[in-house]
Structures are given as structure tokens and as C-alpha cells.
């Protein structure tokens, strides 16, 4: 999973930060239990938990009465952030708009940045069309596991 994530350009370090508290039971780690576990500084991780969090990928909480954070991955981290992409990709796709009026449809600019605003349009009608499927997979999963399936 880091590798992949490296791939995609996370920071290598954040990658296996974040594959690191994803592969734990708990889905939680402290920042010296991730440290222990990967064998790295925990300048490392302080970094790198700075950056996932920044991003979504995980959260940070304190249980009551201690004093250090703990590092959670949610079961749902994934649909969370892509469930929070629609308002910026609308504002994305108003700015591509005002864009094109500046430049011109009829422009090679006004055309390249209409064609990247219809994209953006097709990015969001899709994206809550993909919402609602999965929430639709999501209730058909737990009636078969319900079911005993």
C-alpha cells in the first residue's frame, strides 16, 4: 500500500506512515508505536502525520487523560474524501468558467479551459452518482452479511 501510494505522489514517508496505522487492528497508532513499527525517527513521523492529517487521510484525537495523540485511519476515510471533493470541484469549475469568458470560447485557450470545465461538470455529476451507488453496495452488504451470506 505505501508503494502504491508513493506511486500516486504521496510523500514515501507519509505512504508508509499511513500503511503502517491502516494495517493495524485498531486502525490507531501513537507516533512512537508507528516509529517502533517502521523503524524510523520521530521527527519522521511527526512529519508525516502532520501531512495526513492536512490531507484527510487520517485524524487526530486524545483519549481522555493522556497526553499523546493518537493517529486513526476511518473505515470510511476514503468515501469521506471523496465525498468532500464536490464544493471544490464546483469552485473549480466556476473559476474555468470565468476563465473562458476572459479568454473567449473561440479562442484556443477559451476552448482548452471549456473543454477542462466540462470535466470538471462530469467529474461532479459523476462523483454523486458514485456516491449514491455505493451507499446502495454498502446496504446490499450488510443485508447479505446480516443474512449470514
Partial sequence: MAAELTEMGVPRMA???????????AGE???????????????????????LAQIGLISRERKPGSRRERYRVE?????????????????????????????GADTP?????????EFFA???????RLEQRWWEYVKRRDEARAAGE
Fill in 29 to 51: 497508532l501513537t507516533a512512537a508505536e508507528v516509529g517502533e513499527r517502521l523503524h524510523v525517527s520521530p521527527a519522521a513521523v511527526s512529519g508525516a502525520v502532520r501531512y
Fill in 15 to 25: 505512504s508508509r506512515v499511513f500503511a503502517c496505522i491502516l494495517a493495524d487492528d
Fill in 122 to 128: 462530469f467529474l461532479d455529476e459523476e462523483n454523486s
Fill in 75 to 103: 473505515g470510511d476515510r476514503w468515501y469521506q474524501l471523496f465525498a468532500q471533493r464536490g464544493p471544490s470541484i464546483r469552485r473549480v469549475q466556476r473559476t474555468l468558467d470565468a476563465g473562458v469568458g476572459l479568454l
Fill in 109 to 117: 485557450a477559451g476552448r482548452r479551459i471549456g473543454e477542462t470545465s
